[in-house]
């Protein structure tokens, strides 16, 4: 080899060796700023080799996914992968790879990341390829959108809350369209009639199918009572009072059965001690419709008809049950019996009464469940958390 062909060898071994030290250089620097980048950016960031390690992870990234400072260099990226995906994700990496481009995942679809601690992060992330020495690195963008979920859910809610609503004021009009017009049409007709005995100067037959009138309009007006409780229901304080409950059911009772020439025969197995602590009204009604209900539901056949109740109770809490030997509710009925403007068949009322009885027990912190067998009667059982009195 001659002195120039050793020259020109080591001159360019020499001008090898200096770029070889400048990319590597280069390939410092740039790994440098991005070190330095991910340090002071305040969204979590992370970087990814071809290979699916995790080369950096910033503060905000780890805080993120519940990771120790440098813990997360050098795992793979599949560790922040749920469990379910991760036999997928290095097949997803290698596509992604094979055509790389800048682009935001999870806006379409569903994208979840979990933490060290098991967790699961709705995400959106964005993916920027980075040229690293000539190999290309990902560096993702994580974007944790866990509140914009929780907005998405209520807000799902809320139009499931509409959507039963409207389904209920659906029902409403299709039985308010009976219920409502049947009593304005007796009085109509009953008016008319009053009018026709005033010309025959029969004063008795008007009193009586006045007060026949006044009786309907009035219970028309509960009807459309109930329909404002029911929306004033959860709303409205009521305070609570210390009261017996066994006067209560008594004038209950007299109030409905008082018309009745043959009423049911009324059973009072009460055992919970007077008196109780709640909110008088809301028992009230809570009895009137379970009793009213009993009442409507006699069984002809039967020699007499039976209303047991009875109470007990448990600690701070007043359990009752109301039991007929009725007719009984079929069963494919029952599931049924507690849903609003839900007529059963022709001797259900307007639908509403158990509805909001329902509503107010729960309202109140209690349940009611209902038992029945056609041909045996039916039974409801429900329980009030009682009142602490107050100093």
């Known amino acids: 080899m001659t002195d120039q062909q050793q ?30 980048a991910l340090k002071v950016c305040p969204m979590p960031l992370l970087l990814v080799d071809p290979t699916g390690r995790i080369l950096m992870a910033n503060a905000p990234l780890e805080a993120l996914f519940d990771y120790a400072p440098g813990t997360l260099s050098g ?40 933490s060290r601690t098991g967790r699961t992060i709705p995400l959106e992330l964005g993916l920027d390829p980075v040229q690293i020495n000539g190999v290309t690195h990902v560096l993702v963008a994580a974007l944790d959108i866990s509140e914009r979920k929780a907005m998405e859910v209520e807000r799902e809610q809320k139009n499931r809350e509409l959507e039963a609503l409207n389904t209920e004021l659906s029902s409403f009009a299709n039985s308010a369209s009976h219920d409502l017009k049947a009593p304005l049409s007796s ?67 007299r109030d409905l059965t008082s018309a009745m020439t043959a009423p049911p025969e009324l059973t009072l197995d009460l055992h919970h001690g007077d008196p109780v602590r709640t909110e008088r009204p809301t028992f009230n009604m809570i009895m009137d419709n379970l009793l009213s209900n009993a009442i409507r539901y006699a069984d002809a056949v039967k020699s007499r008809h039976r209303i047991r109740i009875a109470s007990t109770r448990k600690g701070g809490t007043l359990w009752i049950s109301v039991a007929d030997n009725g007719l009984g509710i079929a069963k494919e009925h029952l599931p049924r019996v507690f849903n609003m403007f839900e007529r059963l068949d022709d ?43 107050t100093t």
Request: hydrophobic share 35%; aromatic share 4%; net charge positive.
């Open 75 to 114: 795992a793979p990226v599949e560790c922040l992968v749920p469990e379910e995906l991760r036999s997928r994700h290095p097949g997803l990496r290698t596509a992604y790879l094979r055509q790389p481009v800048k682009q935001v995942i999870g806006r379409r679809r569903d994208l979840n990341g979990v």
């Open 187 to 253: 009085i109509t007709g009953l008016l008319s009639i009053c009018i026709e005995d005033l010309d025959g100067a029969d004063a008795g037959e008007v009193r009586h199918n006045l007060h026949r009138a006044l009786e309907i309009s009035r219970r028309s007006a509960a009807k459309v009572e109930n329909v404002l409780a029911i929306a004033r229901a959860g709303r409205q304080f009521i305070p609570a009072e210390a009261f017996p409950i066994g006067a209560e059911i008594a004038a209950i009772w």
């Open 7 to 36: 020259r020109n060898g080591f001159d360019h071994g020499g001008a090898d060796r200096r770029q070889q030290a400048r990319r590597h250089s280069d390939s410092g620097h740039t790994m440098r700023e991005l070190d330095t």
């Open 347 to 389: 001797r259900s009322g307007d639908g509403m009464g158990l509805s909001l009885v329902r509503k107010q027990i729960e309202r109140l912190g209690g349940r009611i469940s209902a038992e029945s067998r056609e041909g045996a009667g039916t039974e409801f059982t429900f329980s009030l958390p009682l009142a602490q009195e």
